[in-house]
């Protein structure tokens, strides 16, 4: 918790304080933290594991992105409530801290740093999104596939890119929009490559894939 973004500018006692404020839940992997519909009064920190997102559509639920630790989970932060218009589940066991919307509120009248982290977190998810949108009118399947994995991945400390062993193949389709299948054979034709690696860890993946938001791939 100490170590979540938003909270990193406080002093410790006053992080001490917040955490007393707020509970702790481990999300198991298949179970929805939020449905669509659902009325909350908090704010959701997420501390560590993945999250996936999903709107309602004419097909069926559409996945719009995943959310990894140090992101938050809130929809609308004016009013004493807000109506999540997403599903929210749980890809691999992710802890989450319930925040209080009103605390969060109280944190950034009193701290500028709080209200730009906040911020800033918006405005990320925004253009992740755009990201996603943009990959699929321009991309190839397999530089798509390959820059989502990227963004799923995290940082070893050696360096190394790597993507949780615990996400599926369904789960990489459901968000590119592709088949199981489909992702089987690129993954193997990106190994074929030399761009992705499979270790006891998980897939570690090239830099070649960090997305800048400037120009696709060829």
Known sequence: ????????????????????QCDSRVVKRGEQL????????????????IV???????EGPACVGF?????????????????????????????VFKMPTFLLRNLMQAHAE?????VDSCLDRVTKLRRQLRRMQQDSMDSSLGRTLYELSS????????????????????????????VNKLMKSLREQGVL??????????????????????
Request: charged content about 25%.
């Open 34 to 49: 939020l449905r669509v519909g659902q009325p909350c009064e908090a704010v959701f920190l997420l501390h560590a594991g």
């Open 155 to 182: 940082r070893s400390p050696d360096g190394r890119r790597i993507v949780d062993k615990r996400i599926t193949q369904a789960t990489l389709a459901d968000f590119v929009g592709l088949s199981r299948e489909q």
């Open 67 to 95: 959310l990894t630790a140090g992101d938050l989970i809130v929809e609308k932060l004016s009013g004493q409530s807000w109506t999540a218009e997403a599903s929210y589940e749980a890809v691999v066991d992710a802890t």
């Open 1 to 20: 918790m100490f170590a979540h973004p938003l909270l990193a500018a406080l002093e410790p006692e006053q992080r001490r304080h917040v955490v007393l």
């Open 197 to 218: 690696d499979k270790t006891e860890e998980g897939y570690v993946v090239s830099d070649v894939f960090q997305d800048t938001g400037l120009t696709p791939l060829a």
């Open 52 to 58: 996936r997102v999903e709107m309602p559509a004419r």
């Open 114 to 118: 709080v209200t730009s982290v906040f």
